[in-house]
């Protein structure tokens, strides 16, 4: 079914929760039309694979196919693994659609890439690809035909940051204690998703080697070695905190620097108590409080990791491309209480 | 702030969770405008009440007042406890507002609300109320002056045992073992709502003995004594299932019976397995399963106790009476996952 | 390492969490010496299955063998799957080693084993095995060599039945809604135990077809088909309630009913108020409460699904077996808060 | 009821979680007699307070009376608020009567607790006071007549850094990222333990300015501006985590410094992964793990904020103060699952 008056759209991957999430907004656009939903098999619909969308959505999810997702859709939007998703967006650019990809695979310089996770075949669109952080990018989005999804924990961390980098003493380790929902670690059954173990329970994982580490000292333009990332799982759904602790110098108000450099941004909210995770969760705010003691300066950046983490940020940078306003279908009411 | 094109309505009780979930839904709206909002002392802004709405919806909290309300709104939801409801109806309704009362004040018959609540004070208004349960009145909904919106466990209980009750075998028991999230019990501290106390834990309150006993018996015109009603809290934050055992006789497809009985209702969903909590979530669905093993008759019904079984329900029925689609501006995508 | 004064005992099946159970009190036991731990790979520790038991218990983990078990160990406790179990149960009944079988394999007689399991290998054990609610049959327990330990639904809902079979109103329905918690489903990864599945939500499963029903009915002397049995998966780790619902007659008072019936049993504990999971959490307490409104009789009994409903109710049986107090090193301390 | 053979003890302050531990653990004593429950009103029985004691321990609670204590018990357990704490502190001393504090009243030198807490009234006895860590202060706690038990979030932080202070940079921060669970915020009432608020949410609280920074910081021989302490509440009953991060200098193993460090110390275990909550739950070790990433050391300190965090390392205080070894009925089996 085509629609005439709006832009066609696909998401591929529609298994996963990033994929349902694209899909929730998506059948509420005002100007896209989702066309396209497929995943790796296909023979199914989407309200099968997620049966919250009984009645509400049961369009037919197809197999993956490049050439008609390329006759179906201007964007894709690719919910994919890594090293997946770069087999598709190769010949998608070739043909033409627009992709916002969700995967790690164009996050990164190809060095730093191959050094964290694997062989990179699609050098040439490296050279492209904008970071899709709109507070950081968003002119340049705009105008993009491949568009590299931000990371959960990077998005978190990058937008507590960035307003203190020009505030921060050189040379001095940035701390990122991170908290993650389970539904970061996907739908994949695993002893560390199991009930059991995750419940009134809480822990760390990958300590100092996660691979979003380097994702987001490339976008701070700090060197690996300054950042110390941890995450902790943490028994709830969906929600994202980085409680971020940096040195700093000169005189400030903390609270007023978020608020002075966020003025035009209106996906991130200044709070004037430490954030928690669900004023925030399905919605696309990153909310950000700043506390200092001396030299310290502690940052709480709370985002929905599924949503400003993922999926939401991919429909505001789709949106971005396409030339509408970033706020567009972008949900602002938060799973509460 | 008038908006011509709109009908303007009110909230009066916005600090509770009903009320939360009533300014949510109605700043969305395409048809209403929402141009009142109260609680008992005013003086304050809706997002300093949830703090989820800062940047989303800043408006004032008066101080509830009839006049006010009846210059400000042409209909008023009043999501006030039982008791104090009552207080507001009469007056509002001699001013030509329309209500929808989410109290327990207008549910019942004058004898039965006074054995189960406190003397009634508006006898004159309970002539001509309606049970505001669209499956059932949606007709009488739709000139309704003041609509009594149901209570949260009537409302899955009775969309679960309506279809069978023709096929009943009278003078059976009818058993209904609820299951609710702790907002049912509303933000009000208490021991039984300290985290310490529900997390991991799981018990039975007022058993047998809970005053939405007497409502499911009226509006199923059995008597009380037919009905035993058990409710449980349960460690979840929002969501309600009522899992229903009668006996019957005939021979019949039980997921039939309830399809044909609701065709026409897109607010209730027959599910081909047993019914979960968060696939509602955030809506205003009804999700229902039933299965047989000889006369027994086995009914899981499960709604959004804030939603159904309160606010979206309250929008539904304002939708109706003012002439709109029931659908409108009710959320049908759920807090999955 | 023997030790003289104490009698011998071990754990087949010690991956999983009713193996750690028993391991956990056997352990601290004055009387049984735990001589023999194994699963079906072998060649592992206690510890490294259970990082809970660093420091603590550091033994190791044999590949399961008769020949072993029949040299080291007087009693042997049986925490296998069902089938799996009986191929041990025949041989080491053979070798003069006593057993507490924790799987269904000996619950039931041979004809409904097999209608709700499978073909039954060693029918001629099922005709001395004694069921193992020391409740119903403590005597016989005392000098049995083989005891089939009670499912953990049984045992839930038959302690909250038994003092009232006599007063039940013949051929009327007998309704058990169970909840339970999720470790109840063992180790095993699957969709149903996913965090992300099970918390903040709730749902019914083999609703009246679960395979407990038949072993309740059985211990009733009831037909299966007066028993609807129903259990629901909650998110809590550890606990199970079952809200049972009859039809009774006569004149009495309900917890007096369960005072007396149940004075000579320092395991089970009547409640003046409807029962919690969290107070019977981690001990072989089975908590009752019950209450009357005209003919219906609600009951509510609450056990530690890994505890009462399996592993310190075996070694409560094997304390029998063996001339010991029953409460010998059973935990009557409970996970609270 | 007096019993020859036993010390005599007591606690006061039974109503709160502490109080419930440690009467768990005094009744299972083999060489305490608790002889003595009290809390501000008194005229109950401890099972009231906490019916999980139901049939285990139905002890009076009485009023609390210094001269009832000081002819009762040879120790006291004081589980109160700091301030009220002091009041019993020094006239208990004088009648010879040994203390083990929970409170902060003694934790502090006198001019550190006043800035943080209140006018100190017993500044004399501050003089001879041991605080009760007893990896720190073993010996002399052994001949102490006053323990001030060390708080929950020093308790974790101060085992985790001691291994490695030796090693740290001079005048680098030392940044301790705690979380707890809701138990540490006691029994009451108030929002923020409100079920509907803690569920499938995380927040920072009192970031760089908790009470218990100095007491951190005075421990470690450290200025109190060297520390940046900031504790998040998780929806979790009972645990706590200090994630660590300081910089380090020399060429060393991590795990080795711990196990090094600590190999005389049997409620210290040194784990080879990320250490999480339950493997600690309801028992008195503190599991460490260490990982470094050139400077940065990142270490992860794991204790149950009631036991380790409070009432089992009084026992343990007690049980060295009076002679014993201090595992002495100190729980070792932790809730798992």
């Known amino acids: 079914m085509q629609n005439k008056s709006k832009i066609n759209v696909g998401v591929v991957g529609a298994t996963g929760y990033t994929g349902l999430e694209l899909v929730k907004m998506l059948i509420k656009h005002p100007f896209f039309h989702l066309t396209y939903i497929a995943n790796s098999e296909g ?26 997702m390329a006759l179906t859709c201007k964007l894709v939007f690719l919910a994919l693994p ?78 507590g940051l960035l307003p203190f980098m020009d505030k921060r003493i050189e040379n001095t380790p940035i701390i990122i204690d991170a908290k993650t929902g389970v539904s970061g670690a996907g739908k994949k059954l695993s002893e560390v998703t199991h009930f059991v173990n995750v419940n009134d329970n809480l822990f760390a994982y990958n300590p100092l080697l996660h691979r979003h580490a380097p994702e ?34 000169g005189d400030f108000d903390a609270l007023d620097v978020v608020k002075e450099f966020y003025k035009n941004d209106v996906h991130v909210r200044v709070s004037a108590s430490p954030v928690d995770m669900k004023n925030v969760a399905g919605t696309n705010f990153c909310d950000i409080y700043a506390q200092r003691k001396g030299k310290m300066l502690f940052i709480s950046s709370s985002i929905d990791n599924l949503m400003r983490g993922a999926s939401s940020q991919a429909v505001v940078n789709a949106n971005l491309m396409m030339g509408f306003d970033e706020t567009t279908a972008i949900p602002d009411i938060a799973y509460v209480p």
């Open 43 to 68: 023979g199914t619909t989407i309200n099968k694979l997620h049966p919250s969308l009984n009645g509400v959505c049961e369009d037919v999810v197809q197999k993956a196919d490049i050439d008609t």
């Open 82 to 159: 890594h090293k997946t998703a770069m087999a598709y967006v190769k010949p998608l650019l070739e043909k033409g659609v627009k992709v916002v990809d969700l995967s790690a695979d164009y996050r990164l310089p190809q060095d730093i890439y191959e050094a964290f996770y694997c062989p990179h075949t699609d050098a040439k669109n490296l050279e492209h690809v904008v970071y899709g952080l709109p507070e950081l990018n968003r002119e340049a989005i705009k105008s993009a035909k491949l568009v590299a999804n931000p990371g959960c924990f990077p998005t978190s961390a990058i937008l």
């Open 216 to 249: 987001i000292a490339d976008k701070l333009n700090v060197s690996f070695d300054e950042v110390s990332f941890v995450p902790h799982l943490v028994p709830v759904n969906r929600g994202m905190i980085s409680s971020i602790y940096i040195q700093v110098s």
